[in-house]
T-cell receptor, first 112, second 113 residues
Framework: ETGVTQSPTHLIKTRGQQVTLRCSSQSGHNTVSWYQQALGQGPQFIFQYYREEENGRGNFPPRFSGLQFPNYSSELNVNALELDDSALYLC???????????FGPGTRLTVL | DQQVKQNSPSLSVQEGRISILNCDYTNSMFDYFLWYKKYPAEGPTFLISISSIKDKNEDGRFTVFLNKSAKHLSLHIVPSQPGDSAVYFCAARSLYNNNDMRFGAGTRLTVKP
């Protein structure tokens, strides 16, 4: 059984650029949630995808968008990057929205 | 709005002793609580959970206690082992908004041999 994987591991972008982060969910899971973890803080919920549809969203602006594919992998897109977007981005998959979430190792994004 | 708070950024205990990690929440709609453990360069790993209909849940060396009236939960690790050294996150969610899980800022536990 393959766990949750994320790519890339690290990424450096400049302010105003766009970025795409990728997540492969654990086998058998159809729900993917994305979180932003700033330094010294806990993960903050960005949004969740269930069967290719957005299924809830946290307090993040529209420049944070996502996709889920038929194989349940997912992308997080961030447009017009700001310095405060620098963080660890975590993806978590679960069997349904209420099941225990299993996290990937994260992508460390640095915006200069 | 920080609805889940872990007021101790760090905790250090001796191997074999009890570790107690605390968590407070403000949203009375939360009805399901979880603890995650995070090692460096890894994602958080689910440890134990508790529903609001219970006040205690035990799994091996780990026990979570929930005090609904005080909006407080705690994680007890007995006996503590050096491999337990990690950052521990408390998380909560509600039945009505169950995809929005709120996390505390974490407590770094160090277990000394």
């Amino acid at each position: 059984e393959t766990g949750v994987t994320q790519s890339p591991t690290h990424l450096i972008k400049t302010r105003g650029q766009q970025v795409t982060l990728r997540c492969s969910s654990q086998s058998g899971h159809n729900t993917v949630s994305w979180y932003q973890q700033a330094l010294g803080q806990g993960p903050q919920f960005i949004f969740q995808y269930y069967r290719e549809e957005e299924n809830g969203r946290g307090n993040f602006p529209p420049r944070f968008s996502g996709l889920q594919f038929p194989n349940y992998s997912s992308e997080l897109n961030v447009n017009a990057l700001e310095l405060d977007d620098s963080a660890l981005y975590l993806c978590a998959s679960s069997g349904t929205g209420t099941d225990t979430q299993y996290f990937g190792p994260g992508t460390r994004l640095t915006v200069l | 709005d920080q609805q889940v708070k872990q007021n101790s950024p760090s905790l250090s205990v001796q191997e074999g002793r009890i570790s107690i990690l605390n968590c407070d929440y403000t949203n009375s709609m939360f009805d399901y609580f979880l603890w995650y453990k995070k090692y460096p360069a890894e994602g958080p790993t689910f440890l134990i959970s508790i529903s609001s209909i219970k006040d205690k849940n035990e799994d091996g060396r780990f026990t979570v206690f929930l005090n609904k009236s005080a909006k407080h939960l705690s994680l007890h690790i007995v006996p503590s082992q050096p491999g337990d050294s990690a950052v521990y996150f408390c998380a909560a969610r509600s039945l009505y908004n169950n995809n929005d899980m709120r996390f505390g800022a974490g407590t770094r536990l160090t277990v000394k041999p």
